[in-house]
């Protein structure tokens, strides 16, 4: 069982930046993709941006170039930076993580950008 705890949430103008934290309750040695997903007012979740172990980040065209995904492998702790917000990335954001064939989510957080 994994734990992920999401932080970073908030209230920012069109333009300003934020940063997601995902902290996980286990090691990142045993988990074989992270990644980040959202759900804007009435519409279906959708990816962000995904990270395969050992592989290539894929960014979501409608971030790609303004979202970045780090890790703290020490903390085992997951990033999303985003700069260059936009009225329309606001939404709930959720951190995924797959370790063996399961998925768990972290709670959300809550992203809404002023225009």
């Known amino acids: 069982q994994v734990q992920l705890v999401e932080s970073g949430g908030g209230l920012v103008q069109a333009g300003g930046s934020l940063r997601l934290s995902c902290a996980a309750s286990?090691?990142?040695?045993?988990?074989?993709?992270m990644g980040w997903y959202r759900q804007g007012p009435g519409k279906e979740r959708e990816l962000v941006a995904r990270?395969?172990?050992?592989?290539?980040?894929i960014y979501a065209e409608y971030v790609k170039g303004r979202f970045t995904i780090s890790t703290d492998d020490a903390k085992n702790t997951m990033y999303l930076q985003m700069k260059n917000l936009k009225p329309e990335d606001t939404a709930v954001y959720y951190c995924?993580?797959?370790?063996?064939?399961?998925?768990?989510w972290g709670q959300g957080t809550q992203v809404t950008v002023s225009s």
């Open positions: 990270m395969p172990s050992g592989g290539r980040t």
């Open positions: 995924k993580m797959i370790v063996g064939m399961r998925s768990y």
């Open positions: 286990a090691t990142f040695l045993s988990i074989n993709v």
